[in-house]
């Protein structure tokens, strides 16, 4: 007779159950190669198969191979035990109370037995005969309340038992229900909402919309610990599109109170353009109705309007904030969330428009010269970075002096990263921020470049991504507002 295995049960979400023949099948295949890869990532060996509906893992290390697959969507439940050959009513009773019998001493039990598909088996009869063998050692049989329930699902000739069982995430098999584009800010709410569309088994792209010097990095690392956990085995992209010069341009041309709308506008522009060119069928979105200014119902349907058509998924609408950040805790993404510095905050403390007009916004726009409008949008999204998950390592922290000079050394460019209507071009090159990315055959790689804009912040953040790209480039500590005289001089006495 054939030792016994150590194995794994993966019970399947009910919603499997509801579905056609044909679709059943294709949803156990996509479960069965989610249930490979996330073995794999997690360097459990074993061996992985499914029937009509329960799939099984058998595998040494049964610990890891449930912290692997305890995140997997399209399980219910998970159970630890050990599959057996055995031969007659008797045997199985005496192999089934020889592996459960410590488990059960000194504890009120229960038996729960449940048939193979064919096996002619009577469960009661078994839960009966398994009952009274461990009775002797237990502290009594509890139906109701058992402190120990052993689980029994037995064939004509072999069965599998089990005392350990763990909940699993449900939902349907991941890869299952197309693909969409989530719009990820890193606090709590986007990887929130990106993961409850995960769990109804879509892929996700994800774009983030970079503002300010910083907050990518820590978005990534928002994105890495969500896909990680919840997405094993497949291949994750953030899209990463510089807004910098638009949320610059917004501060110093558009009221205070117009910001967020026009920002917000931007941004699912910029996504329902991404999502066109991806060939996705939808965007995922954190809000939560009437949790900020810009998720009104009226400001949700003028943002909208800017995505161009694409549908537009919010998980989260009905929540409030407190039900979101438990939810982060719950999902593991919590802590990381917490790193995230708030970037788009850009009405100063002023009272911000609520229930927007079309009108009034279009007027809105028009002051910012084409900023965020449909043919920037796709300059920007053509200069984006695309950041593979899987490789991603975080950069090791950089500090002021990492980017920042206080004067031009004499081998150096001084180069004007404003916009040429901001003033008379200064420096040795100009090159609007809005484009620089776009041209970067302007720049000698062998050379030096001390970048500088009004107050420092742009040409930081710019200075920033060039020496990403392999570039030696600068920041002239704060920018032109900290010099009184013509900046070349300044910097260079």
């Known amino acids: 007779m054939d030792e016994p295995t150590p194995t794994l049960l993966l019970r399947l979400s009910g919603e499997l159950g509801t579905k056609s023949t044909r679709t059943r099948r294709r949803f156990l295949r996509q479960l069965l190669d989610n249930v490979r890869g996330a073995l794999a990532q997690a360097g459990v060996a074993g061996r992985a198969h499914h029937t009509w509906s329960r799939l099984w893992v058998e595998t040494s290390d049964l610990e890891g191979a449930e912290r692997a697959l305890q995140r997997v969507f399209g399980i219910r439940g998970l159970s630890r035990g050990v599959r057996f050959s055995y031969d007659g009513f008797e045997d199985l009773t005496d192999r089934a109370a020889g592996l459960v019998r410590e488990r059960v ?9 449940r048939r193979m598909v064919g096996a002619s088996l009577v469960a009661h009869d078994l839960d009966i005969s398994l009952g009274a063998a461990l009775l002797a050692d237990s502290a ?6 058992p402190e120990v329930t052993v689980q029994v699902l037995a064939g004509d000739d072999q069965a599998f038992c089990s005392v350990d069982s763990v909940d699993g995430p449900s939902g349907l098999p991941l ?18 909402a990106a993961w409850h569309v995960l769990r109804r088994g879509v892929e996700l792209d ?27 085995g497949f291949d994750v992209t953030v899209h ?32 329902g353009a991404l999502a066109r060119r991806l060939g996705t069928d939808a965007l995922v979105t954190g809000e939560a109705l009437a949790q900020v200014s810009t998720q009104t119902l009226r400001s949700l349907a003028v943002c909208e309007h800017a995505a161009g058509g694409i549908p537009v998924l919010r998980p989260l609408i009905g929540l409030d904030k407190p039900d979101i950040i438990d939810l982060a805790r719950r999902i593991g993404t919590h802590d990381a969330s917490a790193q995230v510095q708030e970037l788009c905050g ?7 428009v609520t229930w927007p007009s079309v009108e009034r916004v279009g007027a809105a726009e028009a002051v910012l010269g084409g900023l965020g409008d449909e043919s920037w949008v796709e300059r920007r999204l053509e200069a984006r970075q695309t950041v593979e998950l899987a490789t991603w390592v975080p950069p090791a922290p950089m500090s002021d002096a990492d980017f920042e000079l206080d004067a031009v050394p004499a081998d150096a460019l001084l180069v004007d990263v404003r916009e040429p209507f901001e003033g008379e071009a200064v420096g040795d090159l100009q090159l609007p921020g809005s484009v620089a990315l776009e041209l970067l055959d302007k720049l000698e790689p062998a050379r030096t470049y001390v970048l500088v804009c009004p107050r420092g912040q ?20 704060g920018g032109l507002a900290a010099h009184s005289v013509h900046p070349v001089a300044a910097a260079r006495s």
Do not use: C
């Open 346 to 352: 850009i009405a100063d403390g002023e009272k911000v």
């Open 105 to 113: 001493r000194g504890h009120t039990f229960a038996v729960r037995t």
């Open 458 to 477: 742009r040409s930081r953040a710019l200075a920033g991504q060039l020496r990403e790209r392999g570039y030696q480039a600068w920041s002239l500590r």
């Open 206 to 232: 994800l774009v983030h919309f970079d503002l300010g010097p910083g907050g990518s990095t820590a978005a990534l690392v928002v994105a890495r610990t969500l896909m990680e956990r919840w997405a094993p």
């Open 175 to 192: 890869g299952t229900g197309g693909r969409a584009l989530a719009m990820l800010s890193g606090g709590f709410d986007s990887p929130v």
């Open 140 to 145: 009594g049989v509890n139906l109701d309340h």
């Open 240 to 271: 990463v599109v510089d807004f910098q010069d638009l949320v610059l341009a917004l501060r110093e041309r558009v009221p205070a109170k117009m910001r967020q709308i026009l920002l917000k506008r931007a941004m699912y522009r910029g996504a």
